[in-house]
């Protein structure tokens, strides 16, 4: 009886497995690519070129990714910003504060005061949707939700940094204000405002792609995914778009699963359908 050969998808994928795990489990040692490739038994090129397409990441990025996580772990702890800096395996303090920018949106120290420092301005206003909770801190808007309750969407955006100043703004109807509920009101195309999210590279690429989908059309997992030249990261995918937290202006309600069913949303699946309904009626 003649056996088949593994495919090569499984081939790449258990390469990608073994590499992860090793990443996983020398997080904090220096870990160059040829050294990852050496333990895999497999060129650099190839270990770079699979990893990157199956992941989403590079494995120099999934490696800083990794310790991006075990640093917020450490500093949540309590740790010292030196300890924690040593213990998640940067080489370097300059490296650290090079990645909290993007990563934790303020310096270490900052993150493990969890906040304290940090003012953030919002407001809620009744939109056709429910209520609206917009804020923002002085570089763009962070946050964009939608609920039944204001204290849930008050505690929502308290719950990544509780020690943050949280201010409720008295004038409600502010340009900036006004410009987010004429999005989710259907009232503007998109347009330029400024944000302040911290996100991975591979979830700003799919953000990205996000924006791009027409109003009055949908995309699928799977069709972001080979856009973005990752056709096996459909669930990093959907992941990412689970993470957006700017609802409407990175418009993660125009995905769609496959067979052609809503799928999850963040703030609601009524919301989702909702605002498709809305998009499919107005489209050109």
Known sequence: M???PPRRTDTH??????VREYIDQHADEPLPLERLAREADVSPAHLQRTFTRVVGLSPKRYQEQRRV?????ALREGRTVSSATYEAGFATGRRVYETADEALGMT???????????????TVVPVSLGLLLVAVTE????????????????EALRAELPAAKLERTTDARDRLVDS???????NARAGELPLDLRATAFQW?????LQRIPEGATRTYQEIARELGHPSAARAVARACASNRVAVLIPCHR??????GLGGYRWGVARKAALLAREGATAV
Request: charge should be positive; charged fraction near 20%.
């Open 2 to 4: 003649l056996t088949m």
């Open 139 to 154: 570089r763009g808007i962070c946050s964009v939700s939608l609920g039944d309750s204001e204290t849930s969407l008050v």
């Open 13 to 18: 994928l258990a390469l990608v497995e073994r």
């Open 180 to 186: 987010v509920v004429a999005h989710v009101e259907g």
């Open 255 to 260: 995905v769609v699963r496959g067979d052609g």
């Open 69 to 73: 996580g075990a640093l917020k772990s």
């Open 205 to 209: 690429q799919v953000w990205r792609a």
């Open 108 to 122: 270490p120290g900052a993150y493990r005061r969890r906040g304290v420092g940090v003012t953030i301005h919002y």
